[in-house]
């Protein structure tokens, strides 16, 4: 039931935010910590990770929580690959149309992805941090990408990438992308690293050609219970 509300919800989600043409990637995320097992099932069925083009020379990459359990987004780490750097963020009070409840800012608090030190592909540091604006007050999270919430993240690509430079990174785990979440399931000390795990299909065409046979499937089920 909590995945098939989050597939909803990501489908609204690429609807409203489709407007740049182009396709959009979407990728889930895999806890390397496992300070309790809900904490991590939280984590794993309801924040997702969208890629897309951003201008030519440009990538944007949107941290989404679906919901409906507490937990929220508060560090996002990079390890770079083909990216140069930071460009700009759309949240609270960055770029257009941002979530006016999350509001990140450059930088983070420890400098390393919390866990990262015992999983072998991170190689121990990051590249670049984007932390919540309030990460120094510990158990306020109102700035985090809670619920219902996302945050834009664009970085420029190195000088002749493109977006299919940046899909084989994330394949190749030359670029991966590491999120540390709390509060999951509504209780601050429960915390949780992840990292993006495998590709899904696209939340543009594909996505919504399969939202009815996800219902009707939910729905036979239902009714079979």
């Given at each position: 039931?909590?995945?098939?509300?989050?597939?909803?919800?990501?489908?609204?989600?690429?609807?409203?935010?489709?407007?740049?043409?182009?396709?959009?990637y979407?990728?889930?995320?895999?806890?390397?910590?496992?300070?309790?097992?809900?904490?991590?099932?939280?984590?794993?069925?309801q924040l997702?990770?969208?890629?897309?083009?951003?201008?030519s020379?440009?990538?944007?990459?949107?941290?989404?929580?679906?919901?409906?359990?507490?937990?929220?987004?508060?560090?996002?780490?990079?390890?770079?690959?083909?990216?140069?750097?930071?460009?700009?963020?759309?949240?609270?009070?960055?770029?257009?149309?941002?979530?006016?409840?999350v509001?990140?800012?450059?930088?983070?608090?420890?400098?390393?992805?919390?866990?990262?030190?015992?999983?072998?592909?991170?190689?121990?540091?990051?590249?670049?941090?984007?932390?919540?604006?309030?990460?120094?007050?510990?158990?306020?999270?109102?700035d985090?990408?809670?619920?219902?919430?996302?945050?834009?993240?664009?970085?420029?690509?190195?000088?002749?990438?493109?977006?299919?430079?940046?899909?084989?990174?994330?394949?190749?785990?030359?670029?991966?992308?590491?999120?540390?979440?709390?509060?999951?399931?509504?209780?601050?000390?429960?915390?949780?690293?992840?990292?993006?795990?495998?590709?899904?299909?696209?939340?543009?065409?594909?996505?919504l050609?399969?939202?009815?046979?996800?219902?009707?499937?939910?729905?036979?089920?239902?009714?079979?219970?």
């Open positions: 039931m909590r995945k098939f509300i989050a597939f909803l919800m990501l489908c609204s989600f690429a609807l409203c935010t489709n407007a740049r043409a182009g396709p959009t979407l990728y889930t995320f895999e806890a390397i910590t496992n300070n309790s097992a809900t904490s991590v099932a939280i984590g794993e069925s997702f990770l969208q890629v897309e083009a951003y201008d020379d440009k990538v944007l990459f949107t941290f989404i929580n679906t919901g409906p359990l507490p937990g929220y987004i508060d560090a996002i780490y990079f390890k770079d690959g083909s990216l140069l750097g930071p460009a700009s963020l759309i949240d609270a009070d960055d770029g257009v149309g941002g979530d006016p409840n509001d990140f800012t450059a930088g983070a608090s420890p400098p390393h992805l919390p866990g990262g030190n015992d999983y072998d592909p991170w190689k121990l540091s990051a590249g670049f941090i984007i932390d919540d604006a309030d990460a120094d007050s510990p158990g306020n999270d109102k985090g990408v809670d619920p219902d919430e996302w945050l834009g993240v664009i970085f420029q690509l190195q000088p002749s990438s493109s977006l299919s430079d940046v899909l084989s990174d994330l394949a190749t785990q030359e670029l991966i992308i590491g999120i540390h979440a709390g509060g999951l399931g509504g209780n601050d000390g429960d915390s949780e690293t992840f990292v993006n795990n495998g590709l899904v299909p696209s939340p543009g065409a594909v996505l050609a399969g939202i009815g046979v996800g219902a009707v499937g939910w729905l036979r089920r239902r009714r079979m219970i």
